[in-house]
């Protein structure tokens, strides 16, 4: 096999708002480089995951390696690493662009700078890589290039006179994104002399192959049968393969410097590698390792829990096989007085959350209840141990409290000016703090301290509501703070369903508790006595609806004989039954659990 110099590789990534086209530029780059055979191009290569096609988000780093011959008559090499838009999938950015030396800036030349094309844009600079800005959506009547250019030199400090201007939809200015990609973006450097370097991008679990390594060779060279060492985990292995993504995967029989591949050994699981571990040869070793990474650590905590108790086996080894590749999810066996048997779980966001939800319940077939989501809270004790609080129902008793701190973040959010009263008004309610407001041509750009408790629930659903969906929103956490901090219980038919149980600032309880009640009012359906609903803090009730009596009968409309009309309606009913839960004498339906925490206190 012949080997690639180095100065014709080029790795990047592709760094821009949700929507704005990555997606479908990415596929334009594959197609225009005849990567995939035009019969096999699915639209959205890179999106596998059912889910990801689905939402139109990319969750995982996808990478593909494009054979371009130049204008110049050279031929290259060109490794794209994917990586996803949303903000509780941060972490997975910085990887990607460890990985590589420069990235296209993807604008919508129609919407402009948004609050995530900022975020990512900063990372990939402190990553240390070129930028090439792209304009995309040139097609549509409302672009404006020129104005979007300017933005991007104002807001961001690039210069963006010599932007490509491109619509990937039609694929007009694309063939002039890949001679930018090999004219403008750095080579690598490396030393194929030098001992092995590699760092490990990613890893997951194949079916066939077992678990599969992404790397990025530094220095030296990675090849099949080498005993190789991970630097941070201790932990050696053999190569069994190597290989690249074109855009499945193919065997080399070597990754030289500058490369970008997979590796397979006997590696039993993904919890065995280390996201941004140095990998080197056993017997050479590096001198140095790599910085690594921070491991992302869940910051949204939930409870999940089979509405069938007899799921609960099934559940357990559908979070195991989830688990294999997504490391950062986390989950540990709980039980609930009202709920039973189920799991406390731990997400990188709600969007996380939802998803991991939503692929239980569709790829495995899965019935579940998901009680309010929770931040991670820090408490002090008043014998002077602090704890953190995952769950708010294992809220210590509040006289051994002396403080309670939650985590904050700071928000960025861009809107044109016409909804800036709206999203001033919702970060206010939300306990937020402002710390800055500027314009970026007629949108508005605000910073905000808020704290995560109040951001996890709907915060992004009201942001979209209140801006028409022209709002845009990144946050980063930024440390704890102590505050007045109250566990708030809801009693339904005076039994306190722990599932429900949430820590609310103490200004907030009222508001929030009344607005539960009000919500649990519409979602619990009568019974054959009066249901009352009630918000209590400590002993003290702060809010409190009631659920009047009612005989639901299904059949009363199905008069005259019709038997088998009778039982389909009965089945029916009897199916509803199975997605509400007991709760003492009173049956509370399963969507509630969501549904009460999505109000506007
Ligand atoms: N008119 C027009 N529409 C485009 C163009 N490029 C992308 N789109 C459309 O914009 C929408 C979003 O494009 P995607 O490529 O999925 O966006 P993305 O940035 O990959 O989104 P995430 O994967 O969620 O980060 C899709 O409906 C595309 O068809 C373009 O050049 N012109």
């Known amino acids: 096999m012949t080997e690639r110099p180095i100065d014709n590789i080029r790795n990047f990534t592709i760094v821009a708002h949700i929507d704005h086209g990555k997606s479908t530029l990415s596929d334009r780059l594959i197609q225009l480089t005849g990567t995939v055979a035009e019969r096999d191009m699915v639209e959205q290569v890179l999106d596998s995951m059912d889910i990801e096609r689905e939402r139109g988000i990319t969750i995982k780093a996808q990478t593909v390696r494009l054979a371009y011959r130049a204008k110049d008559g050279k031929d290259y090499i060109l490794n794209l690493i994917d990586t996803p838009g949303h903000v509780d999938f941060a972490y997975e950015v910085s990887r990607s662009l460890a990985a590589c030396e420069g990235s296209l800036l993807v604008v919508d030349a129609s919407?402009?700078?948004?609050?995530?094309?900022?975020?990512?844009?900063?990372?990939?600079?402190?990553?240390?890589?070129?930028?090439?800005?792209?304009?995309?959506?040139?097609?549509l009547p409302a672009a404006e290039p020129d104005k979007v250019k300017a933005q991007i030199e104002d807001v961001i400090g690039l210069d963006a006179s010599n932007a490509v201007m491109i619509s990937a939809k039609t694929g007009l200015g694309v063939p002039d994104v890949l001679e930018a990609i090999v004219h403008r973006l750095p080579p690598p450097k490396g030393d194929r002399a030098a001992p092995l370097k590699a760092l490990l991008v990613d890893s997951w679990y194949d079916a066939y192959l077992g678990v599969v390594v992404l790397v990025r060779v530094i220095d030296g060279e990675l090849k099949r049968g080498q005993r190789i060492r991970m630097i941070g985990t201790g932990a050696t292995y053999e190569v069994d393969k190597v290989g690249v993504f074109a855009p499945k995967m193919k065997d080399t029989d070597v990754l030289g410097p500058g490369e970008i591949g997979f590796l397979t050994g006997s590696i039993k699981e993904v919890a065995d590698t280390r996201v941004g571990d140095t990998i080197t040869d056993e017997k050479r070793q590096t001198a140095v390792a790599l910085p690594g990474f921070k491991p992302a650590q869940p910051v949204v905590f939930c409870g999940l829990f089979p509405v069938d108790a007899a799921d609960f086996e099934a559940l357990r080894a559908a979070m195991g096989k989830l688990r294999l590749n997504d490391a950062s999810f986390t989950y540990e066996?709980?039980?609930?007085?009202?709920?039973?048997?189920?799991?406390?779980?731990?997400?990188?966001?709600?969007?996380?959350?939802?998803?991991?939800?939503?692929?239980?319940?569709?790829?495995?077939?899965?019935?579940?209840?998901?009680?309010?989501?929770?931040?991670?809270?820090?408490?002090?004790?008043?014998?002077?141990?602090?704890?953190?609080?995952?769950?708010?129902?294992?809220?210590?008793?509040?006289?051994?409290?002396?403080?309670?701190?939650?985590?904050?973040?700071?928000?960025?959010?861009?809107?044109?000016?016409?909804?800036?009263?709206?999203?001033?008004?919702?970060?206010?309610?939300?306990?937020?703090?402002?710390?800055?407001?500027?314009?970026?041509?007629?949108?508005?750009?605000?910073?905000?301290?808020?704290?995560?408790?109040?951001?996890?629930?709907?915060?992004?659903?009201?942001?979209?509501?209140?801006?028409?969906?022209?709002?845009?929103?990144?946050?980063?956490?930024t440390g704890y703070r102590t505050g007045d901090l109250v566990k708030m219980q809801i009693l339904v038919n005076a039994e306190p369903v722990d599932a429900l149980a949430m820590l609310v600032h103490r200004t907030r309880a009222e508001g929030r508790g009344r607005a539960m009640c009000e919500k649990l009012k519409e979602l619990i359906p009568p019974h054959m006595f009066q249901v009352p609903i009630q918000a209590a803090i400590g002993g003290k009730i702060v809010a409190r609806e009631t659920v009047r009596a009612f005989r639901k009968d299904v059949t009363a409309k199905c008069y005259g004989g019709d038997i088998s009309r009778k039982r389909k309606l009965l089945d029916k009913q009897k199916e509803g039954k199975k997605r509400m839960r007991q709760f003492g004498k009173v049956e509370i339906p399963q969507e509630a659990f969501i549904a009460a925490l999505k109000v506007d206190g």
């Open 111 to 139: 919407q402009g700078v948004e609050a995530q094309t900022l975020a990512n844009v900063y990372h990939a600079l402190d990553a240390g890589h070129e930028i090439v800005p792209v304009l995309n959506k040139v097609d």
């Open 333 to 477: 066996m709980e039980t609930s007085a009202a709920l039973g048997f189920g799991f406390r779980c731990g997400f990188l966001g709600l969007l996380h959350l939802e998803i991991i939800q939503e692929r239980l319940e569709r790829e495995f077939n899965l019935d579940l209840i998901a009680t309010a989501p929770s931040v991670v809270y820090r408490i002090k004790l008043t014998n002077g141990e602090e704890i953190e609080l995952h769950n708010p129902a294992d809220m210590p008793d509040p006289v051994k409290v002396s403080d309670i701190a939650e985590p904050w973040i700071e928000a960025t959010i861009m809107t044109p000016d016409d909804y800036l009263g709206a999203v001033l008004k919702l970060c206010q309610d939300r306990r937020g703090e402002q710390l800055d407001l500027s314009y970026v041509g007629a949108r508005a750009m605000v910073r905000y301290a808020l704290p995560l408790n109040e951001v996890v629930f709907d915060f992004y659903d009201r942001l979209k509501s209140v801006s028409r969906g022209y709002a845009s929103f990144d946050y980063h956490i």
